[in-house]
């Protein structure tokens, strides 16, 4: 009999647990256990480190992890990777710190406001965009992308300016999933930022940066398959 795994699922900024309940329900659909926090994004008192602890305290004791983060999440997973027994981890559409490297420095070390013009001068200013049902939500079902952004939570900026607490990545293998339709991060700037600080090529999925909203068959999949993979383990 296959052993259960359990998928930790950390969402972004200003988010909430909810954000991954469709990648959920396929998960546990495949027998794996899941568990989507929400972290105090509103708590300004709260920094990357009760970030952590909240993740860390909805764990508990179960075993053969999977740590996911996405976006802003990818400050919060190679924490909880680094603090418990994780046997892989994974960034989808994620953020990628450096030692030391507070998450509100991250846009300008990585040349993001670049990247953004330079593809958003490629495809008529879609990438950027204001409308967050252009830039975050565009694959996504109407009535499920407002669902979402009826969920929205404030973000307290307190974790912006706190160093990224590791001196280095976590020994854990890691595995990357770009969304090649991301009009908040694109696909050619996560590319290089990963072949940067991480030095893997990173898997790809044709989706938005919401992509959990809009192909969450399609992601479980990707995230299940890590499990089968000699070197995800």
Not at 81 to 95: F, H, I, K, S
Not at 111 to 140: I, N
Request: hydrophobic content about 40%.
């Amino acid at each position: 009999m296959r052993a259960v795994s359990t998928f930790v699922l950390i969402h972004g900024a200003a988010d909430v647990g909810w954000y991954w309940h469709l990648v959920e329900a396929e998960l546990r659909a495949l027998g794996h256990d899941v568990v989507a926090p929400d972290l105090p994004s509103e708590d300004d008192s709260a920094g990357l480190t009760e970030y952590t602890d909240a993740v860390v305290a909805a764990v508990g004791d179960r075993k053969r992890l999977v740590v996911v983060g996405h976006s802003f999440g990818g400050f919060t997973a190679p924490l909880v990777a680094d603090r418990l027994p994780t046997d892989v981890l994974v960034l989808v559409a994620g953020m990628v710190p450096s030692p030391g490297e507070a998450p509100g420095d991250w846009w300008e070390h990585t040349g993001y406001g670049a990247a953004v013009c330079e593809q958003a001068a490629r495809d008529g200013g879609l990438t950027g965009h204001d409308d967050p049902y252009v830039s975050f939500y565009h694959d996504v079902p109407r009535e499920l992308a407002e669902e979402a952004l009826s969920k929205e939570r404030d973000q307290s900026g307190t974790p912006m300016g706190v160093p990224w607490p590791l001196d280095k990545w976590p020994d854990v293998p890691t595995k990357y999933v770009v969304c090649t339709e991301d009009r908040f991060f694109p696909a050619d700037f996560l590319r290089r930022v990963v072949a940067e600080r991480l030095n893997i090529v990173p898997d790809e999925i044709a989706g938005s940066h919401c992509v959990a909203l809009s192909r969450p068959r399609q992601l479980a999949a990707i995230l299940a398959g890590y499990l089968a993979s000699d070197s995800g383990r």
